[in-house]
């Protein structure tokens, strides 16, 4: 039999229909069609939805870094947490809705939020208008402080407002404390050692520990002999950023930043730098001051 037999004898099968028939076919056929062409709108807003949250979500991860970065002292470039998280938000099609600075400005939290574009349930009213996304990012001191890379020269201004950060303070709160005292100290990297100095040009080792101590307005003994009188006894295992660290018979003062690093004035023709305590098999006592 050829096609052309089959499908004459298929038209006149469907002529012979009557027309409910025929429109029944219509009408189901026009069913499926709108049934497949809702499914297909319904999964591109699917997939909308989902692009949208994670948009927001890597414009919440970069406002956070942003922010953290502005609202550390040591870090800052003075344009502010809230305004670069804006700025970051928005180059990643977002709006800020939320911003916490906490820790002293170690750590930033950041809720944006980014309209969801929709083909189909938005117009049914089906949906939200936007989603959120929150993050957070912190500046990790004792990685920071025991990096051995960082370099930081004089800074009045930025002093000031780590000084500004200890006054605001809780005062039982010894670890922000310690923590800025490190942070003070860092400033003076790169200084040359002069016996008998106290700064803020130069500096020997106890000059060194006595000037960063007073920056938060505690006064400590001048000579190392002395220092290690202040505070309280901790060993070695115990040390804790600010702790104060001696050797040579306490001849030799330095301050433990963490992570197995402290910082110190050497000896004449050497500057103030960051050394490995792992280096030092001549510790002879160590000491808590705050």
């Given at each position: 039999?050829?096609?052309q037999?089959?499908?004459?004898r298929?038209?006149?099968a469907?002529?012979?229909?009557?027309?409910?028939?025929?429109?029944?076919?219509?009408?189901?056929?026009?069913?499926?069609?709108?049934?497949i062409l809702?499914?297909?709108?319904?999964?591109a807003?699917v997939?909308?939805?989902l692009?949208?949250?994670?948009q927001?979500q890597?414009?919440?991860?970069?406002?956070?870094?942003?922010?953290?970065?502005?609202?550390?002292p040591?870090?800052?470039t003075?344009?502010?947490?809230?305004?670069?998280?804006?700025?970051f938000?928005k180059?990643?099609?977002?709006s800020?809705d939320?911003?916490d600075?906490?820790?002293?400005g170690?750590?930033?939290?950041?809720?944006?939020?980014?309209?969801?574009?929709?083909?189909?349930?938005?117009?049914?009213?089906i949906?939200?208008?936007?989603?959120s996304?929150?993050?957070?990012?912190?500046?990790?001191?004792?990685?920071?402080?025991?990096?051995?890379?960082i370099?930081y020269?004089?800074?009045?201004?930025?002093?000031?407002?780590?000084?500004?950060?200890?006054?605001?303070?809780?005062p039982?709160d010894?670890?922000?404390a310690a923590t800025?005292?490190?942070?003070?100290?860092l400033?003076h990297?790169?200084?040359?050692y002069?016996?008998?100095a106290?700064?803020?040009?130069?500096?020997?080792?106890s000059?060194?520990?006595?000037?960063?101590?007073a920056?938060?307005?505690?006064?400590l003994?001048?000579?190392?002999?002395?220092?290690?009188?202040?505070?309280?006894?901790?060993?070695?295992?115990?040390?804790?950023?600010?702790?104060?660290?001696?050797?040579?018979?306490?001849?030799?003062?330095?301050?433990?930043?963490?992570?197995g690093?402290?910082?110190h004035?050497?000896?004449t023709?050497?500057?103030?730098?960051?050394?490995?305590?792992?280096?030092?098999?001549?510790?002879?006592?160590?000491?808590?001051?705050?």
């Amino acid at each position: 039999m050829s096609r052309q037999s089959v499908g004459a004898r298929r038209e006149r099968a469907v002529a012979g229909l009557p027309w409910t028939q025929r429109g029944g076919v219509s009408i189901a056929a026009l069913g499926c069609i709108a049934l497949i062409l809702m499914l297909c709108l319904f999964t591109a807003d699917v997939g909308l939805y989902l692009s949208a949250r994670g948009q927001a979500q890597n414009a919440a991860d970069a406002a956070a870094l942003a922010a953290v970065q502005e609202s550390f002292p040591l870090f800052t470039t003075g344009a502010g947490p809230e305004s670069a998280a804006r700025k970051f938000a928005k180059a990643n099609g977002a709006s800020v809705d939320r911003l916490d600075i906490s820790d002293g400005g170690q750590r930033a939290t950041v809720r944006v939020a980014v309209n969801t574009k929709s083909l189909l349930l938005r117009r049914l009213g089906i949906g939200p208008d936007s989603v959120s996304a929150i993050s957070a990012a912190e500046v990790d001191i004792d990685a920071l402080l025991a990096s051995g890379s960082i370099w930081y020269t004089p800074d009045p201004a930025t002093i000031k407002a780590l000084k500004s950060l200890l006054s605001s303070a809780h005062p039982k709160d010894s670890h922000s404390a310690a923590t800025l005292v490190c942070l003070l100290a860092l400033q003076h990297l790169g200084k040359p050692y002069v016996w008998g100095a106290t700064g803020p040009d130069s500096f020997d080792c106890s000059g060194l520990i006595c000037y960063v101590y007073a920056q938060i307005g505690i006064q400590l003994p001048r000579v190392t002999f002395s220092q290690v009188c202040t505070g309280r006894a901790v060993s070695p295992s115990e040390l804790a950023p600010g702790d104060l660290i001696f050797f040579r018979h306490n001849a030799h003062v330095g301050m433990f930043l963490g992570g197995g690093w402290f910082i110190h004035a050497p000896h004449t023709g050497d500057v103030v730098r960051i050394s490995p305590l792992a280096s030092r098999s001549d510790i002879s006592a160590c000491r808590r001051v705050l």
